[in-house]
């Protein structure tokens, strides 16, 4: 594909001017950042796992009827989307203490939360997406309380799908982070799934050891973080079974 103009470039994308009006390509970077991009690094192949993966839980969400961004894979690292407006906030949804919940209330890190938990994050590097409750997005004017029903549900159907799937490999879902967007058919506005779905935006533990397969590897100097990422790839299906390191992985179509 030949290359387009760039629209916006992330820590971890880029996006580019799509083929055709109210679509863009999303290229998967092999940038790593963790800690509002104090640490950085350049893992070999990381962008064409996420890429794969996030093509891999984007389809299997439309497959169960839940709305998102994705329309085809373009090659190892490009993906054709939906234009959306990206509402500001991550939406994080945890299943088990970790990270900074579990430092915040001083928790045992793996500890089973009673019921998902749906956290909201202003998006802004500067101030370190602070966390922020309900109020402040419907009166700031950044979702409407209609906006706010619809993005749970969302998110909790996100939940179910995904700890279904890495349940079925012997992998827990811990937490995860997705993005929305606002779309229009016509004068009908919905939201959708949006940005990508991936080790990156996810925590993963092996049930049986606790191992970590995400981006804490990177993140706590665990290992290897291209092998964590190719591992949740070769479960899923994404990767031949014999595959144990791909530095530069080989991809069933």
């Not at 998102?68 to 500001?88: A, D, G, S, T």
Request: glycine fraction near 8%.
């Amino acid at each position: 594909m030949a290359r387009r103009n760039k629209i916006y470039e992330g820590k971890a994308k880029i996006l580019y001017e799509g083929p055709e009006p109210g679509t863009y390509v999303q290229y998967f970077k092999d940038d790593a950042t963790a800690f509002n991009a104090e640490k950085k690094a350049t893992i070999e192949g990381k962008g064409v796992l996420n890429n794969r993966l996030s093509e891999f839980f984007m389809t299997g969400l439309t497959n169960v009827g839940v709305p998102n961004h994705f329309i085809k894979r373009l090659n190892m690292r490009e993906q054709l989307i939906r234009q959306v407006e990206i509402i500001p906030l991550e939406v994080i949804v945890r299943n088990f203490a970790a990270g900074s919940m579990a430092k915040r209330l001083g928790m045992e890190e793996g500890t089973q939360l009673p019921r998902p938990i749906i956290e909201f994050s202003y998006k802004d590097d500067k101030l370190g997406d602070p966390l922020v409750p309900e109020e402040y997005i419907i009166a700031f004017g950044w979702a409407t309380q209609q906006d706010m029903d619809d993005i749970v549900a969302l998110a909790l159907r996100v939940n179910d799908f995904l700890a279904g799937v890495m349940y079925g490999v012997g992998i827990k879902l811990v937490d995860f982070k997705i993005e929305i967007g606002r779309v229009w058919d016509n004068d009908y506005m919905r939201l959708i799934v949006a940005d990508e779905i991936s080790p990156d935006s996810c925590r993963l533990w092996d049930i049986e050891t606790g191992q970590k397969l995400d981006k804490d590897v990177f993140r706590r100097d665990l290992g290897n973080l291209a092998d964590a990422y190719t591992e949740v790839a070769r479960r899923l299906g994404v990767l031949p079974t014999n595959v144990t390191h791909a530095t530069k992985p080989t991809l069933i179509n």
